[in-house]
């Protein structure tokens, strides 16, 4: 399998390994499972037909799904209620997969192994650049809980530590009040900072670029008028009505934003800190 | 920079939306964008939005605006204020959301996600520009058969994947619908729906629907309420006069990015290109007084190319067959002459005397020609298709007695033609041919004759026109693909239609405007065919068809030339009006052929000035 087919089908395992599918067997570039119908319902999109099902109190058998990751895999040993499916980079089953797993993996507690853990609140944050194009980051923060001291870029640390899905038994977890609000004030507050130090150009260009549009409008509508003044009172109107929606549009297409949006949170339980750039403690806030 | 002093805590149930919301309309009709509308994004989580917006302000007044959207945080207040899970799946998680990380403004991140499609370099290279350079609106005007529709997915499902549209709304003729919406899925698994009835405008997020459609009530009001991320209307070519409601439709539409798709963007008259423009970028061009001042030196010749070209590069993209990069594959022209029976040939020279001698009375009496045109256009075509006519012309109430004599003679002339030599020679030639075949008329009258020989010949026909619903002419196409040998096609059914899998075109007729010519063979000529295109031209000797087909296939050359030029060279309708004048006001073939050749010469001398005008690449 080349790379792309590679990752591809490592993912694909690790979800159904995860979601509690059953696998089948089957040749080894090929993935058959059987899907527990929560994980069915997510993807493959049939609301009228669990409608149907849920309603009638029917009770149909599991889907099987056949996934080839390579177009040259053999189909012969297809169960013969499954469909051989190519899974290719954005095809509708990633895309259904991808979503059925930020949807379950948005929060999370976990635990390194033994001794004396302290608690951190970790996050993932998507930061967006947005005009009429985007540019996006995908940050990661952790909060210690007791000190308030927050580590950046946290979760290449955090992969590399093997944590846990469960308490460890002999483990001393150190209980902290967490008061939910207040950390995500602080995450929004230091993702702030960080926004701020970056270079934005990109926005300067943008509001130039609407000034710019909106100048070039602006003159437009107004020879408009002026013309249609003279000739045609009565369209003086529309054509206004007309200036107003495509300020309207431009300003919508090409004014600077930013957009923050923390995507995931863990309870993380950690024996020592996840990294040694604290980048700010704002207990005091 | 720094934080504005009063930070807003206005929450909102709904997403971003443009501060010039505030501001009222004038008017009814046109409406700004709505206040709640939903956000633009794609991979928002599917919770109720809660939005936190504050001001930033740069030594220069307001820099960007930043917005804190806090849906994890009621998520987790719906899960009781405690993250659980478990990590493994919370790693899953972050590795598909960095699949939906664009990690830089300038590179296309559809890509590497097309499943069904490897994109040509100038079809990439065509949509990075449209959103970097152009942002999101742009006059998509290669010729045809380079794949403009491919070039559109890409920046529809770039700007999905970026989250930057969510609502798209696709226009397009009503037999291109399912088309359109199967192709975004199998190339682009972009999950498109055909508008069906009034609910799907705000069912689905991308639509493909007919602009005949979305402009009658009640649809035009839904689309109208509604604000579109993308806008794509495709054959936007009937947009060309901003007089027409689907200009009007179009123009009202509150959309954030718009891309117009046409091979034929100006096809009699500059005006035509401003309207388009206009719609892109009001102002691009100036007001309309200030675009003739400084660009138009007659209806189709500007006065400065290079100005006229720099202007609208900044909303327009064509790419060219010559340009190269792809490899098209050869296209073989023939004519071949049939010779009509006696009958036939007394026929057409009694049809064509009548209408020379009517053309010069109605256009002393200031009436209209019209009627005589399309006759002398079908006695061309076929004997049965100027009968129709023949017997139309006789309801005219203004017709004396002398007139309706003679048309009543020449309709009992057109039906005792005891054989077709034309038809008969189309039924040898798809004997020969063995393989599947287009076959364009230009009339429904001709396309059912056709019909009726072909299946008597036992040679398997479908035929497919524009009076058809989408679903017959995807059943016709089907039906062609996989039944039957001949498929019978008159322009206005054929336009848009991709028939790759076929690579034979017979020209029945020809029609007198160049850019239908091109329309046609661009059914089967573009990217996709994988053979040699074969197109053969019937012309019947002795007739005007003789020297139309003399002078578009050899004075003109338009078969060799790639013909998407012709529209910027010749204008159509001009060159139909002139063909017309030419055959009509010739007393004699002499004097015919010398009007034609000055005709040719006229349309060569144009072919470098004007193909600087359009022809750059934006």
Redesign the interface.
């Known amino acids: 399998m080349v790379e792309d087919e590679h990752s591809l089908f490592d993912y694909c395992e690790r979800y159904f390994r995860h979601v509690g599918a059953l696998q089948k067997p089957a040749p080894s570039d090929v993935l058959c499972v059987e899907l527990p119908r929560d994980v069915d319902k997510e993807l493959t999109d049939r609301p009228f037909y669990w409608m149907w099902v849920e309603a009638m109190n029917e009770t149909p058998a599991n889907t099987v799904l056949y996934l080839k990751f390579n177009p040259d895999s053999t189909d012969a040993e297809a169960p013969p209620e499954s469909k051989p499916e190519l899974v290719v980079p954005g095809c509708y089953r990633m895309l259904r997969l991808y979503a059925s797993a930020k949807a379950r993996g948005a929060f999370a507690a976990a635990y390194e192994t033994g001794g004396v853990l302290f608690p951190y609140a970790v996050f993932v944050v998507k930061v967006s650049f947005v005009s009429d194009r985007r540019m996006d980051f995908l940050e990661s923060y952790a909060i210690d809980l007791q000190t308030f001291q927050v580590y950046g870029d946290v979760i290449p640390e955090l992969l590399n530590r093997a944590l846990l899905d469960e308490r460890p038994q002999h483990a001393r977890l150190i209980a902290t009040p967490i008061d939910m609000d207040k950390v995500f004030s602080l995450l929004l507050r230091c993702v702030r900072l960080d926004v701020e130090a970056r270079d934005h150009q990109w926005a300067i260009d943008a509001r130039r670029r609407l000034e710019l549009e909106l100048g070039r409008l602006d003159d437009y509508y107004t020879s408009l008028h002026e013309q249609t003044r003279v000739i045609d009172p009565q369209h003086i109107l529309p054509h206004a009505a007309e200036r107003e929606l495509r300020i309207a549009e431009i300003v919508w297409r090409t004014e600077p934003k930013i957009e923050v949006r923390p995507l995931q949170m863990a309870l993380v339980y950690l024996g020592a800190p996840p990294g040694p750039n604290a980048t700010s403690a704002l207990a005091d806030m | ?1 720094r ?1 504005a002093e009063e930070t807003s805590g206005r929450r909102a149930t709904a997403g ?6 505030n ?11 709505a206040c709640n509308r939903r956000p633009a ?1 794609a991979d ?2 599917p919770l109720a939005l809660i939005l936190l917006t504050s001001n ?1 302000f ?1 030594s220069e007044g ?12 009621t ?3 719906e ?1 009781g ?26 590179e296309l991140t ?1 890509l ?4 069904g499609l490897v994109p040509f370099d100038h079809q990439i290279e065509t949509a990075r520009r449209v ?2 350079d152009l ?2 609106r742009a006059l998509l005007a290669d010729e045809v058969g380079l794949g403009k529709t491919i070039e559109a997915g890409l920046v529809l499902k770039e700007y999905l994947l ?3 549209v969510k609502k798209a709304l696709i226009l397009v003729p009503a037999s291109l619908v399912l088309q359109w919406t199967r192709e975004l899925g199998e190339k682009f ?1 972009i ?1 498109a729906f055909a508008q069906r009835n009034e609910w799907s405008w705000t069912t689905y997020d991308v639509l493909v629907a007919s602009i005949d459609t979305t402009k009658r009530e009640p649809h035009r009001s839904q689309v109208l309420s509604q604000d579109w991320d993308l806008l794509i209307v495709d054959e936007a070519h009937k947009l060309k006069n901003s007089k027409t409601r689907n200009w009007q439709i179009v ?2 539409l ?4 718009l891309l117009l798709v046409t091979a034929t963007p100006v096809q009699n008259d500059m005006r035509e290109l401003y309207n388009l423009i206009n719609l892109l ?4 061009l ?2 309309q ?2 675009f003739r001042s400084a660009h138009v030196s007659s209806k189709r010749v500007p006065k400065d190319p290079r100005a006229l070209r720099s202007a609208i590069s900044e909303v327009m993209v064509r790419n060219r067959r010559l340009d190269g990069g792809v490899e098209f594959t050869e296209r073989f022209v023939e004519a071949l002459q049939v010779k009509l029976s006696p009958e036939e040939q007394g026929l057409y020279d009694a049809v064509t005397e009548f209408i020379r001698d009517e053309y010069v009375r109605r256009k002393e009496r200031q009436r209209s020609v019209l009627s005589l045109i399309t006759l002398q256009r079908e006695i061309c075509s076929s004997s049965y298709a100027a009968m129709c006519t023949l017997e139309t012309m006789q309801r005219d109430k203004h017709l004396t007695t002398v007139e309706l004599a003679r048309l009543r003679e020449l309709h009992h002339q057109a039906e005792s033609v005891p054989n077709y030599t034309k038809v008969n020679r189309v039924i040898e030639l798809v004997r020969e041919i063995d393989d599947k075949v287009i076959l364009f008329t230009e009339y429904r009258a001709t396309q059912d004759f056709l019909l009726y020989m072909l299946q008597q010949s036992n040679i398997r026909t479908v035929i497919y026109r524009g009076g058809y619903k989408r679903g017959k002419k995807d059943w016709m196409k089907d039906l062609f693909e996989h039944r039957a040998q001949v498929l019978i096609a008159t322009e206005a059914g054929g336009e848009g239609i991709n028939l790759q899998f076929c690579n034979q075109v017979i020209n029945f007729d020809l029609p007198w405007n160049p850019m239908r010519i091109e329309q046609r063979i661009g059914r089967v000529h573009r990217l996709g065919q994988t053979r040699p295109v074969h197109i053969r031209n019937f012309s019947t000797a002795g007739t005007i068809e003789e020297y139309m087909v003399t002078l578009l296939q050899d004075k003109i050359r338009m078969f060799e030339l790639i013909i998407g030029e012709l529209d910027v060279i010749l204008g159509a309708k001009a060159f139909e009006d002139d063909l017309m004048r030419t055959f009509m006001e010739s007393h004699d073939d002499a004097e015919v052929r010398a009007r034609l050749s000055a005709l040719s010469k006229r349309v060569q001398m144009r072919e470098s000035s004007a193909g600087e005008t359009c022809h750059g690449r934006g």
């Open positions: 920079m934080l971003l939306r443009p501060p010039a919301c501001r009222q309309p004038a008017t009814a009709g046109l409406q700004p964008p994004t928002q989580q930033y740069g307001v820099l960007y605006t930043y917005h804190e959207h806090t849906e994890l945080r998520l987790l207040t899960h204020n405690m993250p659980v899970g478990k990590w493994s799946m919370f790693t899953l998680a972050y590795e598909a959301h960095q699949q939906s990380v664009s990690e830089s403004f300038d559809c590497g996600v097309l499943p959103i970097n942002h999101g970026r989250g930057l698994a999950p123009n009202q509150r959309k954030k990015y970028r009001p102002g691009q100036g007001s007084e200030a």
